[in-house]
């Protein structure tokens, strides 16, 4: 018997081995075949991930082609909370790298426990993100996604506004074509190792898709000359707020807007006071004062009633109007329908609106665009207000005449003296750059009859000529003349309006022989001795139009003497 099992123990051995084989070869069938789609989905869903790839928000860029605003690449680290939770040390290691708090980091993972995604610090640079990846903790991850940068800053704060940390535009430009400018993200199929990090790209499910970019009718070097004197202006006059707006007369492109005080986009801090967010020159309205006056003088010129040189008697220098007083600075005795303007006389407005009339005044200021919205589009956007004369008194329509009892913005203001500017034409403003075409396709109505509208331009000329009477010298520009207009406006109180509180206005036209652009200049509430427009606004018009007309290299239209003489030629 000893000897039968000797002989077999090798062939039972064998058979045996020969079964487990069998059972191996069987398994593995089973795992290959059967049980194939199983198992491989099992694996793929412990090792392949769909990501999302983050999509490039759009371009703003100048009428020049320069960068207003772009997107770069950043990394935003991640925790999976539930890889996370009870793992003290790995939490304060990444605390640590991060510069967070660790206690908090901890409670904020342990309230997430039961979900598998949870920001942690978002926007860093690519080195920064790789090296906390360095550190291998598991849970953490990174993801790819775009932060917005604005080059010009403050300077075009107002206009462009910012997007906020997911990349949705929520103030200025950006939230009006925040539809235009996002991108369409898209999804990729990826291989990671238990840690999450990438070994494989797959393939890509969707591309991801940029937003469009965005050309606006801005001039960058006309906006950081106004941005620039109007801060220093602000700044010098101690005042409340300022605006400005240089708009083109030929195509109605704004080449520049800004306000001030202005706020960095890029620093969270600077956006806490709401107030400093709003684009003033589209957004907030005020009385126009004596800028109103020109379109007083158009209503009387169309009238029939007055020519040019129509004799109006101011003197003594006030009048009474229902019980109430009306005066002008000083007592400017006989002055003509020229004269009124020139000497921006509240007595002369006054009896012409007695003589034709507030309807006749309120119609041509709606024609050229009070009491509308102009269609930017921009959030905010004010209409102002142009009321009914129907009931009005003696009193109302005399201080409608001189700019009181209406309201209306910056942008309005440039608006309608485009119209005096290019011969009575009304054309829609704009902020986004216009092809030739679009130009030509402009809707364009004549408002005002260009006959009234020259002999109200050369009265506006003689606002800045001391030769002819005008006043308001700082408003001049060397080698062009000038046609423009000072308003200075008192500010609406509690108590109604205030005595020492003023608006400062100036607005004008360059060259006035043949009007390129309008700009307007805002200044409320200037503290100190001067506070009339001709004083505060109107040197900031003459510099920024000063260097407008070099950078659009605008032919002089005015010679020195001593060229014109002949004077120190070779």
């Known amino acids: 018997m000893q000897v039968f099992l000797k002989s077999w123990r090798p062939h039972i051995v064998l058979f045996l081995m020969f079964l487990c084989v069998i059972a191996i070869a069987w398994k593995a069938g089973t795992l290959h075949i059967i049980e194939k789609d199983f198992l491989q989905g099992q694996g793929d869903a412990r090792t ?51 510069g967070l708090n660790a206690d908090v980091l901890e409670r904020n993972i342990n309230k997430k426990a039961n979900l598998k995604f949870l920001y942690v610090k978002r926007r860093l640079s690519p080195d920064d993100a790789e090296k906390v990846l360095d550190l291998d903790i598991d849970g953490v991850y990174a993801q790819q996604e775009y932060q917005r940068f604005y080059p010009q800053g403050e300077v075009t704060a107002h206009l462009i506004g910012f997007s906020d940390v997911d990349d949705v535009g929520q103030e200025g430009l950006e939230l009006t074509y925040d539809n235009w400018l996002k ?16 070994i494989e790209e797959l393939n890509t499910i969707r591309t991801a898709q940029p937003g469009q970019s965005l050309e606006l009718s801005i001039d960058s070097r006309i906006q950081n000359i106004a941005y620039r004197e109007l801060k220093e202006e ?14 083109d007369v030929n195509s109605g492109e704004v080449l520049a807007m800004a306000n001030q005080p202005s706020y960095n986009p890029h620093s969270k801090t600077d956006m806490r006071d709401f107030s400093v967010l709003r684009n003033r020159s589209i957004t907030d309205v005020f009385e126009p004062g004596s800028t109103v006056k020109p379109f007083t003088i158009a209503a009387a010129l169309e009238s029939g009633l ?16 229902s019980g109430n007083e009306v005066k002008d600075i000083f007592n400017y005795g006989t ?62 329509t005399a201080t ?83 046609a423009g207009k000072s308003g200075t406006a008192h500010v609406v109180g509690k108590q109604g309006y205030e ?4 608006n400062s206005l100036f607005v004008g036209m360059v060259p006035a022989s043949k009007p390129e652009i309008v700009v307007v200049v805002v200044v409320n509430e200037p503290k100190g001795k001067e506070h009339y427009g001709g004083q505060v606004a109107a040197p900031v018009f003459s510099r920024v139009a000063s260097g407008a007309m070099r950078i659009l290299k605008i032919s002089p239209d005015i010679m020195p003497e001593n060229q014109i003489m002949g004077v120190g030629s070779p």
């Open 48 to 98: 392949i991930r769909t990501v999302p790839l983050a999509a490039n928000r759009g371009l703003i860029i100048d009428r020049n082609g320069e960068p207003l605003a772009v997107s770069t690449p950043v990394q935003s680290i991640w925790v999976n909370p539930r890889e996370m939770v009870g793992k003290s040390a790995s939490t304060q290691m990444l605390a640590e790298a991060l």
């Open 183 to 198: 991108g369409v993200p898209g999804e990729r199929q990826v291989m990671q190792d238990r840690r999450g990090h990438i």
């Open 234 to 247: 602000f700044v010098a006059r101690r005042a409340k707020a300022a605006s400005i707006v240089v708009l």
């Open 306 to 321: 007055y020519e040019p040189d129509t004799v109006i008697e101011t003197g003594p220098g006030w009048m009474m109007v």
């Open 335 to 396: 002055l003509t329908t020229t004269g009124v303007i020139t000497k921006s006389s509240n007595i002369g407005s006054t009896k012409i609106a007695l003589e034709i009339g507030a309807e006749p005044i309120r119609d041509i200021l709606a024609r050229v665009g009070f009491g509308e919205v102009l269609g930017t589009g921009f959030p905010g956007e004010r209409s102002g207000i142009l009321p009914s004369p129907r009931r009005w008194g003696r009193h109302v």
């Open 400 to 482: 409608f005449s001189f700019g009181y009892g209406l309201s209306a913005t910056a942008l309005q203001l440039a608006q309608a003296y485009s119209v005096l500017a290019d011969g009575g034409i009304r054309k829609p403003v704009s902020l986004l750059k216009l092809s030739d075409q679009d130009i030509k396709a402009l809707s364009q109505e004549q408002v005002l009859s260009p006959k009234i509208v020259m002999e109200v331009k050369k009265m506006l000329a003689t606002v800045v000529d001391k030769k002819r009477g005008g006043s308001v010298l700082g408003a001049n520009v060397p080698f062009y003349s000038v």
């Open 499 to 502: 005595e020492n509180l003023h």
